[in-house]
């Protein structure tokens, strides 16, 4: 065999590899063999920017998914110490007693007998200060919404006895005046500004979902109040259980977050 041929064949053997390298890199370029087809357990540390931004965020957070559907995550470290002391001196003196939405009316109710405080204004169009600003830029961040979709934030106070029995974050459709304020609820961070020990009661419960956490100062419990078409999510009922201590306060930061905002 002359020079010539050796070349020839060599150049068709090249040409060979490069059209089946060039097949398979296509191949795995498609959806079909990107998708991840894992099974997510719950319980499993995960990063999901479809169900929630945590991937990219900078901070050393850690978080458990404590159920699949219903999403609800864990999310450790959501609050530091500054954040979490910010909020608390901005809710002295303010607190009274939470009510409930009956028939589009704010009431007193057995259902809930905890303390609440408002620190903030629906939508945040005010100036506050570094800390605050902060935790705004985690939540838009996480759910992937802007501060004017965030209602004012709410600070519960639970002593010995006081609880908030079983409810839905999302409003019922036919608390119409509400919803035409903000839209629906579509997501809930409940942040946890103090810690309580197993047998001192005030876990987070979702009852249909056998779901429970205990209160960890700066852990906050993540959770879509409904699907991305507005779907309600039912299993998402939850409460919040009474407190055993006899002289430990539950503090709780609610943020949450509504469809189209102020
Ligand atoms: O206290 C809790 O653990 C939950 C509070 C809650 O669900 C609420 O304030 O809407």
Redesign the pocket.
């Given at each position: 065999m002359g020079q010539s041929d050796k070349n020839r064949k060599k150049r068709k053997r090249k040409r060979k590899y490069n059209d089946r390298y060039k097949k398979k890199y296509k191949k795995s370029k498609t959806k079909h063999y990107r998708k991840n087809t894992r099974k997510k357990k719950p319980g499993a540390r995960m990063n999901r920017l479809d169900k929630i931004n945590l991937n990219r965020f900078p901070e050393g957070f850690k978080t458990t998914i404590l159920h699949e559907k219903p999403y609800i995550v864990k999310i450790r470290r959501l609050l530091n110490t500054e954040e979490i002391d910010t909020i608390l001196s901005m809710a002295d003196g303010k607190f009274e007693r939470s009510t409930i939405v009956v028939d589009g009316e704010m009431v007193l109710s057995n259902v809930r007998t905890s303390k609440t405080a408002f620190i903030t204004d629906c939508g945040h169009k005010e100036e506050y200060s570094k800390p605050i600003d902060q935790i705004l830029k985690k939540v838009c961040y996480l759910a992937g919404c802007k501060r004017s979709q965030i209602e004012s934030m709410m600070v519960?106070k639970?002593e010995e006895g006081e609880e908030?029995y079983n409810?839905h974050?999302f409003f019922k459709p036919d608390h119409i005046e509400v919803i035409a304020n903000g839209g629906q609820r579509t997501a809930t961070f409940?942040c946890n500004l103090s810690s309580l020990d197993s047998e001192e009661g005030?876990e987070?419960e979702f009852p249909l979902i056998c779901v429970k956490s205990k209160p960890s100062k700066g852990t906050a419990i993540f959770w879509w109040d409904t699907t991305k078409s507005g779907k309600l999510l039912a299993k998402t009922l939850?409460?919040?259980n009474p407190v055993k201590a006899k002289n430990k306060i539950k503090y709780?930061l609610?943020i949450w977050v509504r469809e189209t905002g102020w």
């Open positions: 519960v639970y908030y409810h974050d409940f005030g987070t939850h409460r919040g709780g609610n």
